[in-house]
């Protein structure tokens, strides 16, 4: 079945540092492709998305390419801040053919501390 | 503009027990899914609902079940707890229009003892 793998954490980074969490996904066809925070005692907030090859998700000063040769959708920010203190997940698509039908599919997360 | 709202916020029962946890999905959406969100792990799958009738289901046992109402909102309910069904529950809303993207409500914590 379809799978997604996201780099081991906790991730702890200082203040205006570059970040990457990796994720590399197995599917059948080329899903869509999202990223998903989850702030601490909250829900799932969609953070960005890419629904094809070579698309580029961005938001909030993250972003995120669709790399289908290397079926992997690696996060990255060039300058974090203590307000991105959360848990990211990488998530694909997956539809069973019928419309509208879908599940998603998660990693294990990754949790990021960025001290001051 | 509501999003998806879910209730009660915690619950803590004890084992053997049934729960029901609830959802609305947000404005405009008619499609609700479930899932699971074990400690410190990324949410399961568990079913989704579209037009009162469950459209697909995640590999989780039939003490899991479901029901989607005619204004669109949904009952999670669970029979014969057991003390691994401790999770976060989230609820998520589609709408028909824009079915790539799942919003998520805060979620409910069960805790069973």
């Known amino acids: 079945g379809n799978s997604v793998t996201q780099m081991e954490g906790p991730v702890t980074l200082s203040e205006e540092a570059f970040l990457t969490i990796n994720c590399t996904y197995t599917a059948t066809g080329y899903p869509s492709l999202f990223w998903y925070v989850q702030y601490p005692g909250e829900g799932l907030q969609l953070l960005l998305k890419?629904?094809?090859?070579?698309d580029k998700g961005s938001n909030k000063g993250f972003e995120a390419t669709y790399r289908k040769e290397t079926t992997s959708f690696h996060l990255e920010k060039g300058s974090v801040q203590v307000s991105d203190s959360a848990v990211y997940f990488c998530?694909?698509?997956?539809?069973?053919?019928?419309?509208?039908?879908?599940?998603?599919?998660f990693g294990q997360g990754t949790r990021l501390t960025i001290n001051p | 503009d509501a999003g998806v709202t879910q209730s009660p916020t915690h619950l803590i029962k004890t084992r053997g027990q049934q729960v029901t946890l609830r959802c609305s999905p947000k404005?405009?959406?008619?499609?609700v899914s479930w899932y699971q969100q074990a400690l410190g792990q990324g949410p399961q799958f568990i079913f989704q609902y579209y037009e009162e009738e469950e459209r697909q289901r995640g590999n989780f046992p039939d003490r899991f079940s479901g029901h989607q109402f005619p204004n669109y909102s949904s009952e999670l309910n669970v029979n014969a707890l057991l003390l691994g069904d401790s999770a976060l529950y989230l609820c998520?809303?589609?709408?028909?229009?824009?079915?790539?993207?799942?919003?998520f409500g805060p979620g409910t914590r069960l805790t069973v003892l």
């Open positions: 890419a629904t094809k090859a070579d």
């Open positions: 998530a694909l698509r997956e539809s069973n053919g019928i419309q509208g039908a879908q599940k998603l599919v």
């Open positions: 998520a809303s589609i709408s028909g229009g824009e079915t790539d993207t799942q919003y």
């Open positions: 404005s405009g959406h008619d499609t």
